[in-house]
């Protein structure tokens, strides 16, 4: 064929290899005002957001983009990797329990959020996706993950009762053998500990008071893997649970609710040292104020809005104040009303208008100069001749260039026969 067509799979055709693009995303005007970006199809708004991202962070300006869809920002975070490798992307994911739920989220989603929102205060993300719906949560501030992070290296002391206090002050829970994030063992002279945020465990091995080594091992077969220098400990859960943070949280009880507060389990677990599922629904009462995901933004940041962010956040308000009215009357569980929880639009608006802003509207109701076009039907036709008839004709008559991108080696191999 006499088209330029570039048949690969995605191991293959690293994003460096594609061609130069117009930019498609406009620059923003500028701190407190907003710029609307061209109708996008497809997988090109995570082509416009790599391009931007890499452009600002060569300035040591990061994005964060907040979707109206959780699958849009998962969806995004992995284009993006793939269009700009460099990138350093992080998604914040959601607890995925409802308001009010008796249960916990699953700690595996809380690591990853602890590892997350770590990196962002450190500036460590060139890109940050996160759901709308997230977005609206009231988190720990900055200086909480700063108090309560810490790190062990090769050929420091260590006093193994004094680690252990600490370890259980930030959450971790002490287990014969450990097998999931925020878990630790001692055995003698061998620490095993499985950070959070991580994405494997580490043994720390003793000589006296000594760390002789830190190593990674497999959580399966428990065999130790390579080496590590050292090793990053984050607190386990995303509120203290010290003697000051359970002071503070039975004084702010107190005041917020009335009654007997030694009538609610939910007080009594908490003045015991026990965490109940669902205190995450609480956790504005561990501290004295609480923070926005804004606040883990640099001052430079930018902020695009992808998709109908609006309608989202008055779906989960709806919901959030329907479940709160439902829920309410049990006095031995008493509810923070959903505005202790989250943030209300006003208030969600007003912490996003210090940054400059991109909006990436979800449906394209134009066309306009820049913007990109979906594809015209281009579907196998199996009882066809040419199954791929349509893809060929397309690739023949338009002047673009053509990427095709493939699962593996074997279906890039059978697609070169059909374009031979």
């Given at each position: 064929?006499?088209?330029?067509?570039?048949?690969?799979?995605?191991?293959?055709?690293?994003?460096?290899?594609?061609?130069?693009?117009?930019?498609?995303?406009?620059?923003?005007?500028?701190?407190?005002?907003?710029a609307v970006a061209p109708p996008l199809m497809g997988s090109s708004d995570a082509l416009a957001l790599a391009q931007y991202a890499t452009s600002a962070a060569e300035r040591?300006?990061?994005?964060?983009?907040?979707?109206?869809?959780?699958?849009?920002?998962?969806?995004?975070?992995?284009?993006?990797?793939?269009?700009?490798?460099?990138?350093?992307?992080?998604?914040?994911?959601?607890?995925?329990?409802?308001?009010?739920?008796?249960?916990?989220p699953h700690q595996d989603l809380v690591s990853e959020r602890l590892a997350t929102l770590y990196r962002a205060s450190r500036g460590e993300c060139d890109v940050l996706l996160v759901a709308a719906t997230t977005a609206l949560y009231r988190f720990a501030p900055p200086s909480y993950l700063a108090a309560f992070t810490f790190f062990l290296a090769q050929g420091e002391r260590l006093d193994v009762?004094?680690?252990?206090?600490?370890?259980?002050?930030?959450?971790?829970?002490?287990?014969?053998?450990v097998v999931a994030a925020g878990e630790f063992s001692v055995r003698g002279g061998l620490i095993d500990l499985f950070p959070m945020g991580s994405a494997l465990p580490y043994r720390i091995d003793l000589f006296d008071e000594e760390i002789e080594s830190i190593k990674?091992?497999?959580v399966d077969s428990q065999r130790t893997l390579y080496p590590v220098p050292n090793v990053r400990l984050l607190p386990a859960r995303e509120f203290p649970q010290d003697d000051a943070a359970r002071t503070r949280f039975r004084g702010r009880f107190r005041e917020l609710f009335e009654g007997d507060p030694s009538k609610s389990a939910l007080y009594r677990d908490i003045s015991n040292g026990v965490t109940p599922g669902g205190i995450e629904y609480y956790?504005?009462?561990?501290?004295?104020?609480?923070?926005?995901?804004?606040?883990?933004?640099?001052?430079?940041a930018t902020v695009a809005i992808h998709g109908d962010v609006g309608a989202a956040i008055e779906r989960f308000w709806q919901d959030t104040e329907s479940r709160y009215r439902l829920l309410r009357g049990?006095?031995?569980?008493?509810?923070?009303?959903p505005h202790e929880l989250f943030l209300p639009v006003d208030e969600f608006n007003g912490v996003l208008k210090p940054f400059a802003r991109i909006e990436l509207p979800e449906t394209p109701a134009r066309l306009a100069e820049g913007a990109t076009q979906a594809l015209p039907p281009l579907q196998v036709d199996r009882r066809a001749g040419d199954p791929l008839h349509a893809l060929k004709r397309f690739a023949t008559s338009t002047r673009e260039r053509v990427l095709i991108v493939v699962d593996g080696l074997g279906r890039r191999e059978t697609m070169q026969q059909y374009f031979a």
């Open positions: 064929m006499n088209s330029p067509l570039n048949l690969s799979s995605s191991r293959l055709a690293p994003a460096a290899s594609l061609p130069t693009l117009p930019r498609l995303l406009p620059q923003p005007p500028g701190v407190n005002r907003k040591g300006e990061p994005i964060a983009v907040v979707c109206a869809e959780a699958l849009a920002a998962q969806r995004l975070a992995e284009e993006i990797a793939w269009f700009a490798p460099g990138l350093r992307v992080a998604t914040l994911p959601d607890w995925e329990t409802l308001p009010y739920d008796h249960f916990s009762d004094a680690l252990r206090s600490q370890l259980a002050l930030g959450g971790y829970q002490h287990v014969t053998q990674s091992f497999d956790l504005p009462l561990f501290f004295d104020v609480t923070a926005t995901l804004a606040e883990y933004f640099p001052a430079n049990d006095p031995a569980r008493p509810l923070l009303p």
